[in-house]
């Protein structure tokens, strides 16, 4: 399984960007997924992770309602729209799947890795 993710990008703070991350390999249908981030000098945290129906569990502290996460099954990716950014959503975004549907936010129990898309958001 391989995960490609993209969309990152220096913004503005207030603006918007929408991160995609494409899946090959595996069983993308039936596979959780999630995006989680890691600014410098921080832990990586879990920012949302949806399941492979669509319920969703987001990071209230982190998302405050400017996020939201979606997949496309039939394209085999995963989406992450990010409103509202402000300079603490700065960070490399990376996108993570598992090999079966159980939702999870710890990084631990996510198999695959994408590469990380770098996010900044300054003024």
């Known amino acids: 399984v391989q995960l490609q993710a993209s969309g990152g990008g220096s913004v503005l703070p207030g603006t918007s960007l929408k991160l995609s991350c494409a899946v090959s390999?595996?069983?993308?249908?039936?596979?959780?997924m999630g995006w989680f981030r890691q600014g410098s000098g921080k832990e990586r945290e879990y920012v949302a992770v949806?399941?492979?129906?669509?319920?969703?569990?987001y990071n209230k502290d982190v998302v405050k309602g400017r996020f939201t996460i979606s997949r496309d099954n039939s394209r085999r990716t995963l989406f992450l729209q990010m409103n509202s950014l402000t300079p603490e959503d700065t960070g490399v975004y990376f996108c993570?799947?598992?090999?079966?549907?159980?939702?999870?936010?710890?990084?631990?129990?996510?198999?695959?890795w994408g590469q990380g898309t770098e996010v900044t958001v300054s003024s």
């Open positions: 993570a799947a598992r090999s079966d549907r159980d939702i999870y936010v710890e990084a631990k129990k996510y198999e695959y």
């Open positions: 390999g595996g069983t993308f249908s039936v596979s959780s």
């Open positions: 949806i399941g492979p129906g669509g319920g969703t569990v």
